[in-house]
């Protein structure tokens, strides 16, 4: 590839992106944002879709699909792979999706 500006400028920001990441606190806080990322996804969705109740069993789907998509990426690779940074911020998104999944199904049945 050549070696121009707008190559370099995006190597640059890789580089610094990935010596950012590599303390382990923020590591584990980007993770953590991630989870709770997730966490408001899965509420906002579950609640947005109820509103109209014409839209429950698409949101339903939905969800499924990036749950499994989620568990797809993160069990299809071997123990070294899945200490990436994001294949690990995917799966923690996939946690907190479906823990608000499994409150939102608790405040229903109350």
Request: charged share 10%; glycine share 6%.
């Amino acid at each position: 590839m050549q070696n121009t500006r707008l190559n370099t400028l995006s190597n640059v920001i890789a580089n610094r992106l990935r010596l950012w990441l590599f303390n382990p606190w923020r590591r584990v806080a980007v993770i953590l944002i991630s989870f709770l990322s997730g966490f408001f996804l899965g509420s906002a969705i579950s609640s947005t879709a109820g509103q109209t109740a014409q839209w429950d069993v698409v949101a339903a789907a939905i969800l499924v699909v990036m749950t499994e998509i989620a568990s797809r990426i993160f069990y299809n690779r071997g123990i070294i792979a899945r200490q990436a940074f994001w294949v690990q911020s995917v799966n923690s998104l996939k946690i907190g999706l479906t823990y608000s999944m499994f409150l939102e199904a608790f405040k229903l049945g109350s």
